[in-house]
């Protein structure tokens, strides 16, 4: 585990209140760090960000049995970073948010191929950018999460990574508008 990594679980432990004393969260019984990583997402689809943290750090801990410059890895560290970054910005600690979202995006600019969770990422950072009130820098990452989404619609991407068959409904009645709102807030022309 690189240092950057380890002192993101360590903060997310400590401001976070530790996850080994939560009531809840308790991660699948399973080795495919996939797996837990969606485990984390249905945690945050709950509203629950402390509840995706041991899921989350189990998936990072199995990370480590995979070669660090497979793609492989690269996607999964990408997609645990993000998903760090989220636990972070809903629980309001927007700095950490934005470090781990900004090591998400680095890492996930390696691996072009992964247009989705690059969407994701992006447009995860615009949020929290939005949030600590950046509206410049928030308009930037919207402007790359709009991009994508764009060639996303025009060229799909097949599942795992893609959206699957529904993609097309899932942009046109669930992202764009929230990318436009976002734009009409911050003032953003895409």
């Known amino acids: 585990m690189n240092m950057r990594r380890?002192?993101?679980?360590?903060a997310a432990t400590l401001i976070l209140g530790g996850c080994a004393a939560s009531?809840?969260?308790?991660?699948?019984?399973t080795s495919d760090p996939w797996e837990l990583v969606?485990?984390?997402?249905?945690w945050l689809e709950k509203g629950r960000p402390r509840g995706a943290l041991p899921s989350l750090h189990q998936a990072q801990r199995n990370l480590e049995g995979l070669d660090p410059q497979g793609r492989e890895y690269r996607h999964l560290e990408a997609a645990i970073m993000?998903?760090?970054?989220?636990v972070y910005e809903m629980t309001s600690n927007l700095d950490?948010?934005?470090?781990?979202?900004r090591e998400a995006d680095r890492i996930s600019l390696s691996i072009p191929e992964i247009r989705?969770?690059?969407f994701?990422?992006?447009?995860?950072?615009?949020t929290v950018l939005e949030r600590q009130n950046r509206p410049g820098e928030s308009c930037e990452y919207l402007r790359r999460a709009h991009a994508t989404i764009i060639d996303l619609d025009e060229t799909p991407s097949p599942p795992p990574e893609g959206y699957g068959g529904h993609s097309q409904a899932f942009i046109d009645q669930t992202v764009m508008p929230r990318i436009e709102g976002r734009a009409n807030r911050i003032d953003c022309r895409l």
């Open 6 to 10: 380890a002192l993101l679980v360590c």
């Open 23 to 29: 009531p809840y969260g308790t991660p699948p019984d």
């Open 38 to 42: 969606h485990s984390a997402r249905a």
């Open 82 to 86: 993000n998903e760090y970054g989220r």
């Open 96 to 101: 950490e948010a934005e470090a781990a979202l």
């Open 116 to 118: 989705p969770l690059a």
């Open 120 to 126: 994701d990422i992006t447009y995860n950072l615009s």
